[in-house]
């Protein structure tokens, strides 16, 4: 069925589902030496890595930013 799939739209899928996803094990298995053997130069790696991934994923599963405590700043609202 893959091959069906456009080149546009695997990609976007690969980019969209397959690096969040990537970055969540990452940052599972780093968790996971870093219990195991304290801080170390792999765990760093790990966890470098899904920062990485989660700064720059995009789509359905990337991280979701904090809305404006403010609310709107558009002129044509009415102030309460």
Do not use: C
């Not at 893959?2 to 990537?22: E, H, K, N, Q, Y």
């Not at 053997?37 to 990485?52: A, C, E």
């Amino acid at each position: 069925m893959w091959a069906f799939f456009s080149r546009r739209l695997r990609m976007w899928l690969i980019l969209a589902v397959g690096a969040p996803i990537l970055g969540l094990l990452l940052g599972k298995v780093g968790d996971l030496v870093e219990a195991r053997r304290g801080p170390n130069n792999v765990s760093k790696v790990l966890h470098t890595g899904r920062r990485w991934l989660q700064r720059n994923a995009k789509g359905p599963l990337a991280a979701r930013t904090a809305a404006d405590p403010a609310g709107p700043r558009d002129a044509g609202t009415p102030a309460r």
